[in-house]
């Protein structure tokens, strides 16, 4: 699957969803798509509050990007330690930002790069 414009729209209202949502009922409820699991990378979800980072995580390994997508878009919000979490009276202020990883090379080094 190609990650065009249209999926990333769809990435990221599916984020706002799940997020909304789990503020508002304490839960994840969104179902993803099947076809976002079709698509495998890792990936990072990022919040700004008023154009003010606040919270990013992610993971280094491959899997669905439905189910990662859905854990990250909370954790970057309410589980990031460096940041109050995400309520609800900052959504309307809220940009997302979400990163596919790839194209990894193996290196001989840490410091090769």
């Known amino acids: 699957m190609e990650l065009d414009a249209l999926f990333q729209k769809e990435a990221l209202v599916f984020s706002f969803d799940n997020l909304i949502k789990f503020l508002t009922h304490n839960q994840e409820l969104v179902e993803y798509e099947d076809k976002l699991d079709e698509i495998e990378f890792p990936l990072f979800v990022s919040w700004m509050v008023n154009g003010k980072f606040n919270g990013s995580l992610g993971s ?3 899997c669905g990007v439905g ?3 859905q854990e990250m878009t909370i954790a970057a919000a ?3 330690d460096r940041f109050a979490p995400i309520t609800m009276n900052e959504v309307p202020s809220l940009r997302c930002n979400i990163s596919l990883l ?3 090379e193996t ?3 840490p410091f090769d790069w």
Do not use: G, H, R
């Open 60 to 62: 280094f390994e491959s």
């Open 67 to 69: 189910e990662l997508l």
């Open 78 to 80: 309410i589980e990031d």
């Open 102 to 104: 790839k194209n990894f």
């Open 107 to 109: 290196i001989q080094d």
